[in-house]
Every structure is written in C-alpha cells, then in structure tokens.
C-alpha cells in the first residue's frame, strides 16, 4: 500500500477553509480544516456545499481542526443535511445504540481486523451516506480504512466481474446460538411476526429452526450503479461473509461444530446455491488491500462518505476506541 500523498496542485482554498486532498493507491480523501478555531455548524451551510460537491468526486470528505463537539452534536450535524436518518435495521454485526440515530462502530474484538465494505451491501437497501466521529483516537492503530468502490470495480477481472453478475449473490445467516448476533437485535423485535413483515417486504427467505432460532436466505447484487453518477462499483460483503475470511482458528472451531456450511452463523453462496471459489475471494481481497487508504485518527474528527462510492474497515488497535456512526438517506427501491 502507498503512501498518502498531498500533491501541492491539489491543495486550494474554499470560504476560507484549508482544502487537501489526500491520495493513497488509487483513493482520493477530501480534506477540510478551519483557519481558526470554530465548530462545524459556524459555517455549515459551506460545509454543506462542499461535502455535497466532493462526495460525489472524492467519495470521503474529513472534517479536521475544528472544536470538538458531543455526541449529541455530531448527530446534529449529520442531520444537517436534512436526509433521512437511519436505523442500524437488519445489521450483520454486534453494535450499541448511543443515542437515536448514534451507534458504535462494530464492537469486534481489538486485534481483529474488520475487511473492507459499503455498509449494508448484503442486502437490497442500504444507507447512501455514513458518517464516522473520533471521540476517542486509539492509542496505536483503529485507522477506519477507506477505499474507492470505483477502482476496486474496474480492478477486477471483468471474468470474474461477469460470473458474479450473471450469478448473483446468496448471503446465508443463523442467528444465535452464542455463535452470532441474536435475531431480536438484528430485526430490533422480540414479536416473530413483524420479523416475517420485514422479511417479505425486502424479499428475504425466513425459516424458524426448531430451536427457536432463526434462518435467512437473501439473494443480492455483486456490483451496482451509483444513482447519481451512475458509475459501477463493486458492492457486496462476499469477501467478508464467506467462511474462508474467518481466522483459520476460528473457522476450525465453528467447522467441527456444525454439520454443513449452510449451518454457520454466515456465509455466502453464489445465487444458485454454488460455492465461491475460495481463489476469487482472496484476489477480490488483495484488490481491496492494494487500493485502501488509511490516516490516523483525530479526536473530533468527522469522516463522511459516499457509502457507494467508499467503503470502510477497520485496523487492529490498543488501549481505548470510540468511533460512533450515523447513517441516512436509504438507498432507492
């Protein structure tokens, strides 16, 4: 992976703002910075207009140098872009409800690496924008790397591109069991029938196990195009969900104890029902590796992405992390 790189041809002014943009492999991030001390909302109409404008080039805007707010304020100022804001509705991964439309990061363990995704891409709808605030930077590492969906689409072979198309993608989960999230957080309901509801209206299979838990089956896209540029990425969580990109550990564990690959908390399947070569993934994920672009955290930093355009991970780390999430405007139907 490159190193990020400020070419000076790129530096400019804005309302008086300090404009960088930072350049790693082939990601672009839009860097925003105050003269003096002040809030994101003394100017937020500015701050408006340019988020607007480089998001759909850049695809990441970083708010930096200005005063560091609440939560509450960080809420505000997503809000501020007047789109609707969202739920962590049908999430794949454990997370704390901080105050409405506020939520941690996911909450994996610190020496875990979370791989690169646009967030909600397993599924039919998802957030078209995300928002990430530091408020507190880790002592080493906890960089949220990002990536441009873009070139990651355009690196991969078009072979590969046209399989997974013409395929589609099959995302397999079992809830509980003390192996994976319960299904009462993931749907935020204790009442199965609203759990149907939901499953019906975005086209999700359901099936009740005999234990009480519970059984998705949903076939998505592999790739899509952004409904305002209209360029493709790539978009989708195979990489992530698939059994190969579990820990070898871990993937040992949870193999002895269940008795088909159907049958672990997640996992992913062509649309057919066919397995993913595990090959293609691992090339998928090195696509991913060489474009990323990843920068420390500041606390009081904001991160904005086009959630199509970007997508996110996040690097191992020590001693305390807080990076809390909000997300708005669902994706078209």
């Not at 970083?62 to 872009?81: I, N």
């Not at 395929?167 to 759990?195: C, H, I, S």
């Not at 998705?216 to 209209?230: D, K, M």
Request: glycine share 6%; hydrophobic share 35%; proline share 6%.
């Amino acid at each position: 992976m490159d190193t990020i790189t400020t070419d000076a041809s790129t530096s400019a002014r804005a309302d008086d703002f300090a404009l960088d943009i930072w350049t790693q492999s082939a990601t672009q991030l839009l860097v925003v910075s105050p003269p003096d001390t002040e809030t994101v909302f003394d100017r937020l109409d500015e701050l408006h207009r340019l988020a607007n404008k480089h998001l759909l080039r850049e695809g990441a805007v970083l708010l930096r140098g200005f005063e560091k707010g609440q939560v509450a304020d960080f809420h505000r100022f997503a809000a501020s872009f007047g789109q609707e804001m969202l739920t962590y509705e049908f999430g794949s991964t454990p997370r704390s409800r901080i105050q409405e439309g506020v939520y941690s990061s996911t909450e994996y363990p610190a020496h875990q690496w979370i791989p690169q995704h646009n967030e909600q891409s397993y599924t039919s709808r998802w957030p078209m924008k995300i928002w990430f605030y530091c408020d507190i930077a880790a002592a080493g590492g906890g960089e949220t790397p990002i990536a441009n969906s873009r070139e990651v689409y355009r690196r991969i072979p078009e072979s590969i591109r046209r399989r997974w198309r013409d395929k589609r993608l099959m995302y397999v989960r079992n809830y509980g069991n003390g192996l994976d999230v319960p299904w009462e957080p993931v749907f935020q309901t204790t009442d199965r029938a609203e759990v149907e509801t939901f499953c019906a209206r975005h086209q999700i299979q359901c099936e009740w196990r005999d234990d009480g838990n519970l059984r998705t089956r949903q076939i998505c896209q592999s790739e899509a195009l952004h409904p305002v540029t209209g360029e493709p990425v790539w978009f989708n969580q195979a990489h992530l969900f698939h059994v190969s990109g579990l820990e070898p550990e871990v993937r040992e564990t949870l193999l002895s104890v269940v008795d088909e690959l159907s049958e672990l908390p997640r996992n992913v399947f062509y649309g057919d029902g066919t397995a993913i070569e595990e090959t293609v993934l691992d090339e998928i994920r090195d696509v991913y590796a060489d474009v990323m672009l990843a920068f420390p955290w500041q606390e009081g930093d904001i991160l904005t992405l086009d959630n199509m355009l970007t997508s996110h991970g996040r690097a191992p780390f020590t001693g305390p992390r807080r990076v809390l999430v909000a997300m708005a405007e669902p994706s078209p139907a």
